[in-house]
């Protein structure tokens, strides 16, 4: 007798993620992705409660079924308008949601969006006490380990603490402040000192909650290392620039036997989702776009980045231009 829910997916593991990114991990870098690794858990972009209740939300929850496990970010801050969200990621097929309390834009601050919510514990536990009551999908948050002017050890653990309390049981640590004046978004990742330590001590003190480190971390062996201590790692930058990275996760992470997908293997298993956007009306290189750091560490790496960054614009023929690139990283 097959089981009666076949269709029934897995629970969701948080052992390894690619981070939610803003311009960067829209659909199609999504659907890349996945052809690399089925294991690694992906995250939207940021979605603003204002853009899915007032905007095409079609167009921001749509997603290949492929994408699974798949996980939809929103940025907001009003109860009622997150639980509305999280309501239409779960209708929508999303496998959990997460709660941005990490981001430092100035354009987010104004909207009381990301970070800023830090210095707001108590409102943030509303929001998620919401979210939890209004779906049955996982409610995770991701914040930083603090922000200036409430960058305290003490306050931080009042933050997770409060958090907890309404239910919540992932977090995603960025390990860094946001310095919320003065610095961009870009030098918010860099500039302030990642601190893997309070990270580690958050976990200690608070052994029952699933805890995800970000922040720096790029190689599997770190992902590795850091694994001993958290339940799980989350990356962002080295995951875009190096995508290659993804197809160990499977093996090296989640003790999975698949064979690795090779470079090529993986453009060439992406030609019919380009193919379908072509048809679509789309052009090629906002997919394309995604996947120039595949060929990073070859000798042919700045012929591939040319042709799908500059040549591409120039091409009456791109699926011809593809199979170039492919052809580039035969053998890799
Ligand atoms: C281009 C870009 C866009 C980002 N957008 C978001 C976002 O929408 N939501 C969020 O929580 N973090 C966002 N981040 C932060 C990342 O999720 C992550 O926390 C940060 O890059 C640190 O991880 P990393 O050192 O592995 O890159 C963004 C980062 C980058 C580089």
Known sequence: MPPEHTTARPALSRRFSVAPMMDWTDRHCRFFLRLLSRETLLYTEMVTTGALLHGDAARFLRHDD?????????????????????????????????LNVGCPSDRVQNNMIGACLM???????????????????PVTVKHRIGINGR???AELCDFVGQVREAGCRSFTVHARIAILEG????????????????????KHDFPDLEIVLNGGIKTIEE?????????????????????????????????????????????????????????????????????????????GARRFRQLLSVDIHKTKEPLALLDQAIELLQGR
């Open 183 to 202: 610095l961009s978004p870009k030098e918010n990742r860099e500039i302030p000192p990642l601190r893997y330590d309070v990270a580690a001590q958050l």
């Open 119 to 137: 210095g707001h514990p108590a409102l943030v536990a509303e929001c998620v006490k919401a979210m939890l009551d209004a779906v049955a999908i």
């Open 223 to 299: 992902c590795r290392e850091h694994l001993r201590t958290f339940d799980g790692v989350m990356l962002g930058r080295e995951a875009y620039h190096n995508p290659y990275l993804l197809a160990q996760v499977d093996r090296e992470l989640f003790d999975r036997d698949t064979p690795q997908v090779g470079r090529s293997e993986a453009l060439l298993a992406l030609r019919p989702y380009i193919e379908r956007h072509l048809a679509e009306g789309g052009a090629m290189h906002h997919v394309t776009r995604h996947v120039l750091g595949l060929a990073q560490g070859f000798p």
């Open 66 to 98: 492929s994408e699974h496990p798949l996980a939809l970010q929103l940025g907001g801050s009003s109860p009622e308008e997150l639980a509305a969200c999280a309501r239409l990621a779960e209708q929508a097929g999303y496998d959990e949601v997460n």
């Open 151 to 153: 960058d305290s050890y």
